[in-house]
């Protein structure tokens, strides 16, 4: 049974719906700029605006769709004539004072006003009139750079430190077109640690992330949808990287600022419509969006026997033969591995579980100074991705050796080796270029969450996945293969001895 | 006298505004006798008799109003009294406010109890100071005398009242702005649904009313709503307090029975027109109305449905006569700055279009018009009819069209000649000197 209709066609809507979120789940699609599924109705855009037709020959009436409760059997008419005027005209006045410098806009490419404009409007302006000027580049934080001219006042900036992040860090000053978005106070927004959001917000290119100023333009980039690794609530994110076809091969920009670099991060729901594939909601924290300084320190790049560079199958050849003599092997298990990773270590551990192997499973990363602890929208106190998942096969018993531990294979970081049981050798398995890499007997550089395929079991035990955004570099191996090969080998060692 | 009084019905000396005063005109008997033998029901079916209409612009039924408001639904009412009196040319309710604060209270009072109502606020206009002075002095008394507080007149019946002083925004004389305001946040209108007397203040149910429509409450319970429909017409029973200026020997506030002559009130109340011109047109009820001809007015009687038959309203009751000799390009940019520089700028339309309005006007006047100006003028007027948040940018849009519509002539002959039709301007201050008799 339909509850009313949307240019004739029978929609279905839930109790409470608005026109305009019935109609979108309907796949009917209302331009909007100030609503957003996640945020109140604000209602000030007008661009939503519907026809309903009256009933009984009745006349009909225009009102926005963000506001509209659906009521049984009534007609709406989003693309008629009169609406199409109505937005058109809204359109007029969305630009009457919008510098249209869409040449030198972030957002281009990915800015709602321009879509609009196409697809609604697609008139030249109307006006003969100076545009008014307003303030640009105002630093509304020390991450968010601000372009009054741009801004279309929609106020969903206003409305998220109010209603997600309760900052309460920015408003509306003045009145009329000469109103401005500010920060409440000096260093205000700075506290928000959510502030980012607002970007991915902003549907102009009013807001903009100072990191990502004049970088690049978005139809260069691809976006890969991966998890943040910063914490254990597992926020679905998109990294943002250059399409392979182009990447800038002139000989100024330099193998670091072309290859492998994430260009910017970004919530999974860059546009609401996409807002359902999110795991915790559209919004991500400061810290997701600066995921990519986990990734991009100086890389472990060379294999090594105790400081002196050896090839792979030499380092591998080594850490089997190390492993394979152990009376007594412990393994420290990274809560920064993925379950499949995490699955083939459990694989070698249970070739070894006759001769008895000691894992422990540690945290691999602390939370920095400064960085926020815990807070109760998004961010945790365990700053790993995988810590449930690891536990969830090794226990969660603190790392304390056995007596006799002769060989301890340590993979990743955040394992002081001042901890290391007197006299033991040591395995190590890590990404990044540190100091103890030269002192473990064997030395294996292995591949980061950017260069695979993967999963993690966040803080609720839900599945999140990942995909690779680069190859790997030639002489780093994943941690799975290692796993796999140091399995094969301890079986085929115990064989042979057996 | 242009009619019957109802409101205006004593004379004012330097203590009639004292609750003294207003007790020996039988002030607060009404109250007693509402919350003695009276049911809240009861009131407000009396004030739906009345057929009492809003006297803050919209002309909105009372009775209908109210009756939106479930007594019996277990949360909180609350009332206010819309005395941010904005609209440009609009000076009535200050005088109530001046020299009957304590009739405002005792229907506030008597309202209160028929919506059941424990808190009710009066949002006064910033710039008001003898009004406010007078009316917070009001509130003092009547709190000393008991009509406010806990079990007034010896009924369970309690009630305060909060005088709250607006910060001198034409947008929070609307009234969800309003509420908003009192709410302590930026004072922007709100978008309906829901209703204001499903949710208004703090999120509850909440009537807001007109201080001159409050003020009618009183007599309507004292004499009856029989009494109250004698007076005036039937299709807009009472009386309306016209604050009319402009051009006029003897401006000012006059209570006007509906139903009475337009031009007899201009010709004979108000002492004609200065300096003996002739009249060119009114602005009848606040500048967000259209303009009438002299000739449109010539056989109007002074009522709603009269004034919507030629197209306009009655307004807020704020009158302009305007002389022959006047220039509508420069009276259209005075009224299109004032909406520029109030438009609170939370919805599109209105945030563009005002400042577009204004804009286009100050280019013609400067001089630099271009035909497709008057064009652009009223496009930009109809774009904002029916698609803002609150009323404010039709209201604009109507002041717009009313003029263009009437008298185009006088734009194309200034973006023609790059100068006003008419030569110098109206000598106000010279009229002003002539005995006001003469």
Redesign the interface.
Known sequence: MPDFFVNGQPVHADKGQTVMQAALAAGCYIPYFCWHPNLS?A?????C?VEVEGEGGGGSW?D?AC?M?VTEGMRVLTDSPRVQE?RR??L???L??HPVDCGICDKAGECLLQDHHYQFNGLPS?????K?KATKFVPLSQRIVLDNERC??CSRCVRFTREVSKTDAL??V??????LVRAAEDGAFDRDHYSDNVIDLCPVGALLAKSFLHQTRVWYLQATRSVCPGCARGCQVDLWHRQPEWQLNAPCFSEQRTRNRIERVTAPASSPERAGDAVDGPWICNTGRDLARFFERPRALQPMLKGRAAPLHAALEAARRLLGAARRPALLVSSWGSNEELAAAARLVARHARAGIDVFVKADRQAEAGEPIADDLLIRADKNPNTRGAQALFGAAPVRFAAGTDVVLVWGEGFAFGDLPRGARTILLNAFVQPENGHADAFIPISVQTERAGSYTQCDGREVRFAPCFDKPAAVAHAEQVFEALAESVAGARAGGG | MPGRQLIMNFPVTATSHRLADYRARGGYQTLAKALQSMRPEDITKEVTASGLLGHGGAAFPVGRKWAVVNLNDGQPHYLCANADEGEPGTFKDRWILEHAPHLLLESMLIASYALQVRHAFVYIRGEFDLPYRRLQYAVEEAYAAGYFGTGILGSDFACDLVVYRGAG?YVCGEASALITSIEGK?GLPR?R?PRLTVRGLYQRPTVINNVETLANVTGIVRDGAEAFKRVGIARSPGTQLVSISGHLRRPGIYEVEYGYPVVRFIDEDCGGILDGRRLKCIVPGGISTKVLTAEEIADLTYDHKAFEKKGSQLGSGGMIAIAEGTCMVRLLQVMLRFY??????????C??????LH??ID?IVAGDG?REDID?LI?VSE?ND????CGMGDAAGYATVGILAKYRDEFEHWIEHKRSKFDGVLDVAQAAREPADA
């Open positions: 109705i209602g000030n855009c007008r661009v605006v225009t926005i506001n409760p109505l005209q809204t007029q006045f969305i009457l004072n109307a006006s003969t009139i100076p008014v279309i006042l408003g509306i003045s009145r009329g077109d000469t109103s | 925004s930026k978008n649904p520029h520089h109030e438009s609170c700028g939370q919805c599109t339309p945030r563009e279009g005002m400042g577009w804009r286009t280019r271009r652009t496009r774009a029916g698609t803002t948040i």
